[in-house]
């Protein structure tokens, strides 16, 4: 199967209510990620990384963070005369209309109809992973599968509305449990689907007609068994994003180089905004180890375990250890900062004192002044 063949559809609002202390002026997609991505960056890599060069992303609401980082999509190799990436706004007279996946995607109907692709890919941008998109499509055309959803075999993440598989041995899906969590190791969707876009436009059309919005309840688990729905258990490494305390430890862990090698690969970069800045500045107080530390920003103080965004400002004698510093940010002298996730822009005042913990970290809104 060639691959522009092939388009994507994002879903960069998707899962909102799970990190509300950094959605509240930007979409989950647009949560900036590991010093100097955003979450959505994962998802539109690995479709460009597979020949994918038709990407539809379906925008709710404040998606002016989003539209300022991707921009024309020149750096994902989306800026061109053909094709390329297609912000599709909503379309729908509701909020509550345009809440689920089905909503969205019968709002962008006109967008399937005038694309000659002849499959689709649908994902969500709450999964942070280097995956193959070629190895899955190939695995969903040779199952003959009308629907192939990805799927992680373990503990299940804490989501709204969590997608449960039980597969038979060639990855036949028999039975789909939703919003249950359980005790223990499980197959669980990783909100990323493959299917053709006529069955697709089909399906849509007919829970359009009975005003079935919800694409797991109503599509997967209302045609079950009539539809052949296929799991496919992702290989590559993944970070399921689904709270405030799983979007602190997927960031710590890219601290473990073999967690960085594993998501950071030659053949599959992961692509974000370019930005021209200049190199880190160390004072010569600063004391920084096993921490990640962007360009652009001032260090006179000491960084411990840290991930640290681009133009940060750590002030002589101040402390920050295992936290989450995004851009722009200030830290004024001899402040002390542990398990705390600070927003753009924020500042924090001269002697002050954050902790929190690993399991439950602090955070701070965009432009706090503390």
């Known amino acids: 199967m060639r691959n522009n063949n092939v388009m994507g559809i994002l879903f960069p609002n998707m899962h909102d209510e799970a990190l509300p202390a950094l959605t509240s002026s930007r979409p ?10 955003r979450l959505i960056d994962f998802a539109l890599s690995n479709l460009v990384n597979a020949g994918i060069s038709k990407v539809g992303i379906v925008t709710q609401d404040n998606y002016q963070s989003l539209m300022d ?23 729908a007279m509701s909020d509550e ?33 280097n995956i193959d998109y070629d190895r ?7 199952s003959g599968a009308d629907i192939t959803v990805a799927c992680k075999h373990g503990d299940a993440p804490h989501l709204n509305g969590n997608l449960l598989l039980w597969m038979r041995e060639d990855g036949r899906v028999n ?14 969707g990783l909100g990323l689907y493959v299917m053709r876009k006529d ?21 997967l688990l209302r045609h079950l068994d009539d539809v052949r729905i296929y799991g496919y258990r992702v290989p590559e490494y ?45 004072g010569l107080r600063a004391s920084v180890s096993n921490s990640l530390v962007a360009d652009g920003c001032l260090i006179d103080g000491t960084v411990r375990n840290s991930i640290i965004f681009r133009d940060v400002r750590i002030a002589r004698d101040a402390c920050v250890e295992n936290s989450i510093v995004m851009q722009g940010a200030i830290i004024c002298e001899k402040t002390v900062l542990n398990c705390a996730v600070l927003d ?12 929190g913990a690993e399991d439950y970290p602090i955070f701070i809104d965009k432009g706090t002044v503390v």
């Open 28 to 37: 989950f997609g647009s949560v900036p990620f590991g010093g100097r991505y």
């Open 69 to 91: 980082h991707i921009g024309s999509g020149k750096s994902w190799d989306l800026s061109r005369k053909n094709e390329g990436l297609y912000f599709l706004p909503p379309v």
């Open 97 to 129: 209309l345009y809440a689920g996946r089905v909503a969205s995607l019968i709002g962008i109907r006109p967008f399937f109809r005038n694309s000659r692709e002849d499959y689709v890919i649908l994902s969500d941008c709450h999964v942070v992973g």
């Open 136 to 142: 899955m499509l190939k695995a969903h055309v040779a």
């Open 175 to 188: 039975d789909i449990m939703l919003g249950h969590s359980p005790a223990g190791e499980c197959d669980f």
């Open 199 to 219: 069955f697709l436009t089909r399906m849509l059309d007919a829970a359009a007609s009975r005003n079935q919005m919800n694409f797991d309840r109503d599509i």
């Open 238 to 282: 993944t970070a399921v994003i689904s709270s405030p305390e799983s979007f602190f430890s997927a960031n710590m862990a890219l601290l473990n180089t073999e967690v960085r090698a594993a998501l950071f690969q030659n053949l599959r970069p992961v692509y974000t905004k370019v930005r021209d800045a200049a190199p880190a500045l160390y």
């Open 344 to 355: 753009k822009d924020v500042v924090i005042k001269a002697s002050r004192n954050l902790s």
